[in-house]
Structures are given as C-alpha cells and as structure tokens.
C-alpha cells in the first residue's frame, strides 16, 4: 500500500489571480501615497520635551524667566508642568531642528549631558515622526547644586 497523501499547498488559481500579498490592485496608489500628513511644530517639541527630561544628569528646562514664569502657572489651581518649556522646534516637510534651555544636575558632565540629549531628542522625533532631525542645539541656562534654592522655582514669598 502506497502513501497517497501530499502536503497541503495553496488552493489552485486561475492564471492572472493574484492575492492581496503580491501587491496593490493595478491602478491603486499605495496608501502611503494617498494623502499628505503634517507634524505640528508643538507635537515635535512635546516629543523632544520627553526625550530630553528622560536623560540623567538633566534637572530641568527652560531659562532663567521661562523657569520662573511656569512656576507660577504651575502653582495655579490646575497648572500642569510644561512639556514644552525651553523646547523649540522648527518643522519643515521633510526636516526638524530643535533648540533646548536645560539646567543640568551638579557633578554631571555637561558635555556628555549633551551628546545623550541630542541622541534621545534624535531618535525620539525621527522615530516617531519620520522626519530628519538636522540638528540639535543645547544651551546650557545653569547647574542645579542640591541644597541651593532654585531661581524663581519653590522659593515662598515672605512678608516681613
């Protein structure tokens, strides 16, 4: 007795039949090509935010009157803390270029403070947007000594 089973294969087609896994239907544009998207300015500087406050060695953002201007908004019943405070970022179609005010924490080399923010800040806007970071500015505003008060942040107004 012979064996007259044979593995199971694709189902026969007639010549010309192709399946969804061979391509588009012939006059349908790829979907990739059906339409435009645009990044907003604000949605890549709340991603480069993120990016940047992930890194160690950073305290916080945003210069000197930004710092103390958000401080206060953020004391307001219902402040949140700005994601974007000290992030800017120019979008164009196919690029991005971001500027960042960072306070570094006391004992962390600024220097490689910065190379780690501008690969986080990179990967993050390329990897989610898509676009081409073309450059990444960090200005370093101050150092962050523990036990020093902050300028404009957690300081109590006295009345003497």
């Known amino acids: 007795?012979?064996?007259?089973?044979?593995?199971?294969?694709?189902?026969?087609?007639?010549a010309g039949e192709t399946t969804a896994q061979h391509g588009p239907k012939p006059g349908v544009h790829a979907p990739e090509i059906r339409g435009r998207t645009t990044i907003a300015d604000t949605v890549a500087e709340k991603i480069a935010g993120m990016a940047t406050r992930e890194v160690p060695g950073i305290h916080n953002l945003g210069s000197g009157m930004a710092r103390t201007i958000g401080g206060v908004r953020e004391r307001m019943p219902g402040g949140q803390p700005s994601v974007t405070r000290g992030v800017h970022v120019e979008v164009g179609e196919h690029e991005a270029a971001v500027d960042l005010d960072v306070i570094v924490d006391y004992g962390f080399p600024i220097t490689d403070v910065a190379a780690d923010v501008r690969t986080s800040v990179i990967a993050a806007v390329e990897g989610m947007t898509g676009?081409?970071?073309?450059e990444v500015n960090v200005a370093v505003d101050d150092i962050d000594?523990?036990?020093?008060?902050?300028?404009?942040?957690?300081?109590?107004?006295?009345?003497?």
Not at 1 to 14: G, L, N, Q
Not at 131 to 134: A, G, I, M
Not at 148 to 160: I, K, L, M
């Open 145 to 160: 000594i523990p036990g020093d008060e902050d300028e404009g942040e957690d300081t109590e107004h006295r009345v003497e």
């Open 1 to 14: 007795m012979t064996d007259t089973t044979r593995p199971v294969t694709e189902r026969s087609r007639p």
């Open 131 to 134: 676009l081409d970071v073309v």
